[in-house]
Each structure stands twice: as C-alpha cells, then as structure tokens.
C-alpha cells in the first residue's frame, strides 16, 4: 500500500543531543511537510518542500533543519534539543503545490526530551 | 492575521448526533479540511469543502459558508472510537493550511 512511513515512532534524547527524524513516502508526491505538535495544539508547520525547493517558516528556530535527498526521503535534524521541544513530529505529503489536493500525514514520530 | 477557531471540547451520548463548529479567517481561501486525530496518532482526513453547502459521507457530513467565514463538522449515530479531536484547518491562498488546534469529543455511554 503507498504511504508515510515516519521511523523511529518514539525517540528518546538528551537534552543537546542531536537527532535526526525520517520520513519516507511511496506515494510519489512533490510536496513534503514537517510538522511540530505539542499536545492538543495545532499542527506547526516547520518546513515544506516542493520537489527540492525548501520553505523554511520564518519562526521555525534554527536550531531546526531539514534536508530531502530525493522525492521519496525527507529528514529533520534538530541540532540541540531542548526541553520545548519534546513534540510529536508529523511528516506529511501532499501531490502537488498549486493544488487543493489533500494531505496524507505519516504516523508521526514522539519526542522526549530528557 | 490567519485564524481558526472551534470549541476546545465537546462531549457528546453514544448514538447521538454532535455539530463541532468552525470559523476562519484567511488570506484568500482554497477549501476547508476537517481531519480527525486520535490521541497519541496522526491527523487523517475526513473532508474537504471548497464550495457552500453540505458534504456526506456517511456518518459523517461537513458544510461550508464561504460568505459566513464558517464550517462545520456533523457526526450521526455516534459511537466510542469517534471519541478523538477534530481538526479544523483552511486552506489559504497559497495552498498553505492554515490550522485550528481540534475539539475533542467525548463520547459517553
């Protein structure tokens, strides 16, 4: 079946720890987002991608980058976590920029920051 | 400023009927998007309105005024695992969506 895949579900660091989220997808869309969701708030966009073309939010915190070597693979690297930033991280794809089509969002991955 | 408002909580009796409310404000507008997230998983999509009027889907219905600025989700014969939160999210003109933070639903025997 095509789909998100998020790897791991449940990551655990230390605080100043380097981590580094995955995010794969078959569904052969263009468009991939990163998401950051605390709990019962909404969704934060962090970054999007339309094919190579990165978005960066202009609040995400440079502590946060992303890197999406090719249509299928997208990564998020938080270079030192912080306490804040314990979160669920939600990957989600989407066919097409100038569309209305509907975003198809992977498991996401659980965030503890120790 | 880009905004989306619906109700923190609702609970609602197992086999009843429940309307989850929802208001936006958003530079241009592409359509509406209800998603469901149950606790602890990923958001998934239960529809999309971009012109006025009512959508079914079984159980589930959503209707959209563009005039009004206003969505809402309406959810028949209600049982226990549609206990979860409802997202409400507008699509702007960028195609960008443009997030509530969800209602949670209770849903009591």
């Known amino acids: 079946d095509a789909m998100v895949i998020q790897n791991p579900r449940y990551q655990v660091t230390q605080f100043g720890k380097p981590v580094t989220l995955s995010c794969s997808q078959t569904l052969n869309h263009n468009v991939m987002y990163w998401y950051q969701q605390k709990s019962s708030q909404a969704p934060k966009l962090l970054f999007h991608y339309y094919d190579k073309d990165f978005n960066n939010e202009a609040d995400t915190p440079d502590n946060f980058q992303s890197r999406r070597p090719n249509t299928s693979f997208c990564f998020l690297d938080i270079r030192s976590p912080g306490l804040g930033d314990a979160a669920m991280y939600l990957c989600?794809?989407?066919?097409?920029?100038?569309?209305?089509?509907?975003?198809?969002f992977g498991p996401g991955t659980r965030l503890t920051v120790l | 400023g880009q905004n989306i408002d619906q109700p923190t909580e609702m609970t609602a009796t197992e086999g009843a009927i429940v309307q989850i409310n929802c208001t936006y404000q958003?530079?241009?507008?592409?359509?509406l998007f209800w998603y469901q997230q149950h606790a602890g998983e990923a958001p998934t999509f239960l529809s999309y309105?971009?012109l006025d009027g009512l959508e079914e889907k079984g159980r589930f219905s959503s209707f959209l005024s563009r005039s009004k600025g206003y969505s809402y989700l309406l959810l028949k014969e209600l049982q226990m695992k549609d206990s979860a939160s409802y997202l409400c999210?507008?699509?702007?003109?960028?195609?960008?969506?443009?997030w509530g933070a969800g209602t949670k639903l209770i849903i009591k025997p």
């Open positions: 958003t530079s241009g507008f592409n359509g």
């Open positions: 309105n971009v």
């Open positions: 999210a507008a699509m702007d003109s960028n195609y960008q969506l443009i």
């Open positions: 989600a794809t989407r066919k097409g920029s100038g569309s209305t089509d509907t975003q198809y």
